[in-house]
């Protein structure tokens, strides 16, 4: 069976700053890997997804995800990020076996202090 | 363009009585999908649809029916509410995509809130 795991419930980070969001996933095929965004009171919104190809992903406002897949993960990275970037985010995996089964990690919160 | 719109907002219920939840979007997908999202948990599949007139179950169907009988909504069904399906409800869509479900960029609702007394 496919999991996730988002290691980090929080993350304060100051403004400007880099980070990192990290996501691992375990599953027994290849996989499909998705990051979402959720902004306060709002539905989710795709950040980036790999599908094959090139390992490093970009996504929308500056995000970028690399596909790691001897260590089972795809973790979130932006080199500065902004206030506006304050949201919970989302990792996710679909195994090629059960393309229907998407599994959504428990979110990591990431708030911005100027 | 509305994309995906969802009725209610919130509601409270109590215990034993029943509710459907409304999604429609406006986009032409395929694909439709009921979500529960909890504390910490992240989201869950409840179930979801590959078109018209289909559905099938994710990953927590117990308590809830859905049904497709147009393309363009997807109803979520509690019979008998109980405390344990509070949370808040989200549908989404997606396009036809050659991965199947869940592959192409999925469309979110902005949530419905259930309380269950």
């Known amino acids: 069976a496919q999991s996730v795991t988002q290691l980090d419930s929080q993350v304060p980070v100051f403004e400007e700053a880099p980070v990192e969001l990290r996501c691992n996933y375990s599953?027994?095929?290849?996989?499909?890997l998705f990051w979402y965004v959720q902004y306060p009171n709002q539905g989710l919104q795709l950040l980036l997804k790999?599908?094959?190809?090139?390992?490093l992903v970009k996504g929308i406002n500056g995000f970028e995800a690399e596909f790691n897949k001897s260590q089972t993960s795809f973790h979130l990275r932006k080199p500065s990020v902004h206030i506006s970037d304050t949201a919970e985010y989302f990792c996710?995996?679909?195994?090629?076996?059960?393309?229907?089964?998407?599994?959504f990690g428990s979110g990591t919160r990431l708030s911005i202090r100027p | 363009n509305a994309g995906v719109t969802q009725t209610p907002k919130f509601r409270v219920l109590k215990t034993g009585q029943s509710m459907t939840l409304l999604c429609a979007q406006d986009m032409n997908h395929e694909y439709m999908y009921w979500y529960r999202q909890d504390p910490g948990m992240g989201l869950r599949l409840i179930h979801y649809?590959?078109?018209?007139?289909?559905?099938a179950k994710g990953e927590v169907p117990d308590g809830y029916n859905v049904s497709r009988l147009k393309k363009q909504n997807f109803l979520l069904g509690l019979e008998s509410a109980a405390p344990s399906q509070t949370s808040v409800y989200f549908c989404?869509?997606?396009?036809?995509?050659?991965?199947?479900?869940?592959?192409?960029?999925?469309?979110f609702g902005p949530g419905t809130r259930l309380t269950v007394l």
């Open positions: 790999y599908l094959s190809g090139s390992t």
């Open positions: 649809s590959v078109g018209e007139g289909t559905t």
């Open positions: 989404a869509s997606s396009p036809l995509t050659s991965g199947g479900p869940g592959v192409g960029e999925q469309f």
């Open positions: 996710a995996v679909i195994s090629y076996s059960s393309a229907s089964k998407i599994i």
């Open positions: 599953s027994s095929v290849s996989v499909y």
